[in-house]
């Protein structure tokens, strides 16, 4: 099972949000000193999020994933903001070695099929869920199609990966959807990252032991609720 810390960056600070909503926002500093932590910590992957790229679609954290891969050996997954083919490219020439889209496939298929194409293995599918639905646009609006409709869609496209975020669980710390992420895997055939509501290291447990592919730790790892080199002893026993 893989890990990947969450590093979650608004107007060049790293910061956590209460279920993606703006004005509730916790700052953890710079980004580069939370990238250190972690890969001190035997973290191997990264994931980071261009909040402000997320909200308003202009990124702006090429430069810190250039400086975080100039410094450390650690592979970084990376999503926000990533609404053209030529976000995608400037995000994978800056150092991210995965992808994480979302916004893209709801408003530009045609661009989304042409990403997966033009890099394959490097697109990751960005499946957030508010009440089943499939939400875009940092988590602001809802689309027509079910999450798991969507997550289908991708696995028929040639995607291996997705990113499963339930919105109601994100920042609650009230524990993962293990039921919902484990459906979202078998229904779809993706190896699911599950994201959202990790609070403990059972949660880590419960979904190594239901066969999930990975996992995002987010406020968990800020707050000290969850140990990182603990969580990963526990994923790759």
């Not at 608004?10 to 972690?38: H, I, M, N």
Request: charged share 25%; net charge negative; with cysteine.
């Amino acid at each position: 099972m893989e890990l990947f810390p969450a590093i979650d960056i608004l107007d060049g600070k790293a910061v956590r949000l209460y279920q993606g909503e703006k004005d509730k926002v916790t700052q953890y500093g710079d980004p580069l000193e939370c990238a250190a932590r972690w890969v001190e910590s035997g973290a191997q992957w990264l994931h980071i999020v261009d909040l402000s790229g997320a909200f308003s679609g202009e990124s702006g954290i090429d430069s810190i994933i250039t400086e975080i891969k100039k410094r450390f050996d650690v592979r970084i997954q990376s999503g926000g903001g990533l609404r053209k083919i030529v976000d995608i490219r400037r995000r994978l020439d800056a150092g991210a070695d995965q992808v994480v889209i979302g916004t893209m496939a709801a408003y530009h298929p045609d661009d989304f099929a042409l990403a997966t194409y033009q890099f394959p293995e490097k697109i990751v599918a960005g499946i957030d869920a508010k009440d089943g639905m499939f939400t875009v646009k940092g988590w602001t609006e809802k689309t027509d199609i079910s999450a798991i409709d969507f997550g289908k869609k991708c696995k028929n496209m040639g995607i291996r990966y997705a990113l499963f975020t339930d919105i109601d669980k994100d920042g609650a710390m009230q524990g993962v959807n293990v039921e919902e992420t484990v459906r979202m895997q078998k229904e779809t055939g993706l190896s699911i990252l599950a994201s959202g509501g990790i609070s403990s290291l059972d949660d880590i447990r419960a979904l190594k032991a239901n066969g999930v592919y990975g996992a995002v730790l987010g406020k968990s790892i800020y707050n000290g609720a969850v140990d990182l080199k603990e969580a990963l002893k526990i994923a790759k026993a």
